[in-house]
């Protein structure tokens, strides 16, 4: 059974900390893995989508790792802000037969706090 | 970056009564339309998956005569709760691509709907 498990479930850091959200997966073929942010109350909102190839990608202050061997991606954010505060969301598609099938994580609550 | 658009953004209905949720592409085509349900505090659960002009496919435990899906443009799709119970009572997302089940998602601001 495909699964995409999140850690930790929560986290306080203080502003301007970094930190570092974990997600191991078991799908398989798999095709691509993104991280979403939600904010409370709104859609999620697209930060980052790697292929089997890539290792790193970067989109401002996010920085999304993948180790396709080991099934771990993983998102470290430098310089928290306060808008960080939000639902983290590691989404991972792998492919059938009718095409590509997304598995969500649970995701992580993270809250950067003064 | 593509815009996508959901009306209404909340809902509140009495119970019985059925709600339409729609959910648009401003700025493309999008072939595939997924619908998501959403609890506190928890992740999103995906639905069902709807392409353009064809019946929309369902995930298990989800009852296809309660939760209306219809494709019917390139650019809208609509959820409808028929019969809507408090146990309904939801954030309700969705998200297209422009490529047939697969692709750059882009989310809805999603619908919360509350049943009395």
């Known amino acids: 059974k495909n699964q995409v498990e999140q850690s930790p479930q929560s986290l306080i850091i203080l502003e301007g900390k970094n930190c570092t959200l974990q997600c ?69 598609s792998g492919l059938t037969g009718g095409g590509n099938k997304l598995t969500f994580g649970t995701g992580t609550q993270l809250k950067v706090e003064l | 970056g593509a815009v996508v658009s959901q009306h209404p953004s909340w809902v509140i209905c009495k119970s019985g009564t059925s709600v339409k949720i729609e959910c648009r592409s401003l700025d493309f085509q999008a072939t595939t339309m997924f619908w998501y349900r959403q609890f506190p505090k928890q992740s999103l659960m995906l639905m069902a998956t709807s392409n353009e002009g064809s019946k929309a496919t369902y995930e298990q435990g989800v009852e296809k005569d309660k939760f209306l899906i219809n494709h019917a443009s390139l650019t809208l799709s609509t959820l409808t709760v028929t019969s809507a119970h408090p146990e309904d009572s939801s954030f309700y997302i969705c998200s297209a691509s422009r490529q047939l089940n697969t692709g750059e998602l882009f989310f809805g601001e999603g619908s919360r709907l509350t049943v009395l």
């Open chain 1, 24 to 92: 191991n997966y078991t799908v398989s073929p798999f095709s691509n893995l993104r991280w979403y942010k939600q904010d409370t109350g709104r859609g999620p909102v697209s930060l980052t989508i790697m292929t089997f190839s890539e290792n790193t990608k970067s989109n401002g202050r996010y920085t999304a790792t993948l180790d396709a061997d080991t099934k771990q991606s993983s998102l470290h954010i430098t310089a928290s802000q306060l808008s960080d505060s939000a639902s983290y969301i590691c989404v991972v």
